[in-house]
T-cell receptor
């Protein structure tokens, strides 16, 4: 399967614990995005990487959230001291990038986080 | 700031009925427009996209959308829906040269067999 891969698919954690999610984008896709989706809402942008550089973070991303893409390939999203309001589906997407290229984002199946 | 509005939150249709889902965006410049679909238990998949050219774009599974610049709209249509079209549909916008895709809140379509 050459699509965007996310692990784990489901995570249940106790409030206050830290969690980390992994995203493997489509090979050679320079752009990587993290989105969050809650029930009844569309995906909300969290952050964006171009290669290893994190170029934008949404105001939705509090200081408990951190994302990395150390070698410009896979990415991790960590949530520290989880709260019940963090319960959501966390989506990763990737897209190719090149000068003048218009393209769509390719999404993974997401990691569903439940904070109890 | 860019935003996307989908006015129909839930739509119920019988098989063979025609479908039109509304999408309006607020952005003054040139935009790229997308419709994504999410079938139950599956990831978001691209239905169709508009970058430039013919404002009537055709996508997969018989879907089409029309970009009307003067109305800031990109409505999704299908002449005859099938039970298998039951899914959630999301409109999204992206400005060329930027990177964020801004999504609407989605429309949940249920097709009755």
């Amino acid at each position: 399967d050459t699509g965007v891969s996310q692990n784990p698919r489901h995570k249940i954690t106790k409030r206050g614990q830290n969690v980390t999610f992994r995203c493997d984008p489509i090979s050679e896709h320079n752009r990587l995005y993290w989105y969050r989706q809650t029930l009844g809402q569309g995906p909300e942008f969290l952050t964006y990487f171009q290669n290893e550089a994190q170029l934008e973070k949404s105001r939705l991303l509090s200081d408990r959230f951190s994302a990395e893409r150390p070698k410009g390939s896979f990415s991790t999203l960590e949530i520290q001291r989880t709260e019940q309001g963090d319960s959501a589906m966390y989506l990763c997407a990737s897209s190719p990038w090149g000068s003048g290229t218009n393209t769509e984002a390719f999404f993974g199946q997401g990691t569903r986080l439940t904070v109890v | 700031a860019q935003s996307v509005s989908q006015h129909n939150h839930h739509v119920i249709l019988s098989e063979a009925a025609s479908l039109e889902l509304g999408c309006n965006y607020s952005y003054g410049g040139t935009v790229n427009l997308f419709w994504y679909v999410q079938y139950p238990g599956q990831h978001l998949q691209l239905l169709l996209k508009y970058f430039s050219g013919d404002p009537l774009v055709k996508g997969i599974k018989g879907f089409e959308a029309e970009f009307i610049k003067s109305k800031f709209s990109f409505n999704l249509r299908k002449p005859s829906v099938q039970w298998s079209d039951t899914a959630e549909y999301f409109c999204a916008v992206n400005a060329p040269g930027t990177y964020k895709y801004i999504f609407g809140t989605g429309t949940r379509l249920k097709v009755l067999a």
